[in-house]
């Protein structure tokens, strides 16, 4: 999707482009829209909108102010994202990781703007082989067989999702306050730290020896699909939400960086599949989300509510079925390959 310069090569050659995007069709439909926004006859200047909230074809609700993505409120970098939206629309189509069932709004709004074609061929995800292996993998899945069903938090925020020390506190005297089982990944980017108890508050591994684990790296499709594991507080990256969905298990949102804070505004507001931390959390602002805060956010994930879950079941099912015989994805990637094989028409 950053890779937009391929597109003079295959004119070159003459053979039809397509784009993958790997974030949802929603916020491919943001970017999109402040791009034709911006060029068209409103003259919208992203950078300098004051309103609280964005109306947006591809979102059922307007899109508030502060979920707005960092770099396309930057000067420097929006000139950046309308070219590549630019380049977007000289592609044949562009597929989508995601699922029609669970973006249906987003995916009918792309479909039905006269624009490129829009293929949802998600989720694309590695499930098989991507943790790895090793002793901490088997430490970890020998400690969560030990536990009761859907106790467990797991938490773990990506390759990128490093914390300040002052933060790195606040969540363990939250985790600690609420008395719940916990599984932490706790990182320093972009390795692991030699020893957790350098940044943790003293005392804090012994205290919680009976119920919680911190550790480094985590195998996180295996532990997703773990039946200790009663919730996951994210980042809200993209492939993290969908295997998330693949699982069942319900969410609570921190994001960090890039579109993750409209990845968070879907999953709370447009689909209600999951709660929040702290939805408008960015790494660049240095605010620090509190033990008070974060206690409170993991005991409602994990408090039984059966109206996400419910939604959370529907989804669950929606993305497993979309990959089978006849099901939307599978679909939709057999009207790709015709596709490209009438030369991209």
Known sequence: MFCTSMIDVADEFGVPSFIFFTSPASVLGFILHIQASHDGEEGLDITEFEGTELAVPSWANPIPRWAFPNNVVKKELIQSFYRIARDFRRTKGILVNSVKELESCAVDALSSSG???VYPVGPILNLKGADGGGTKKEEVIEWLDRQPKSTVVFLCFGSMGAFREEQVREIANGLEASGLRFLWSLRRRPTDYEDVGEILPEGFVERTAEVGRVIGWAPQTTILAHRAVGGFVSHCGWNSTLESLWFGVPMATWPMYAEQKLNTFLLVNELEVATEIRMSYSSESGETV????????????????????EKLKRFNDGVRKALMDGGSSSSSITEFIEDVRNGGT
Do not use: F, H, P, Y
């Open 290 to 309: 509190t033990a008070k805060e974060i206690e409170r956010g993991v005991r409602r994930l994990m408090e039984r509510d059966g109206s996400r879950e």
């Open 115 to 117: 624009g490129n074609k």
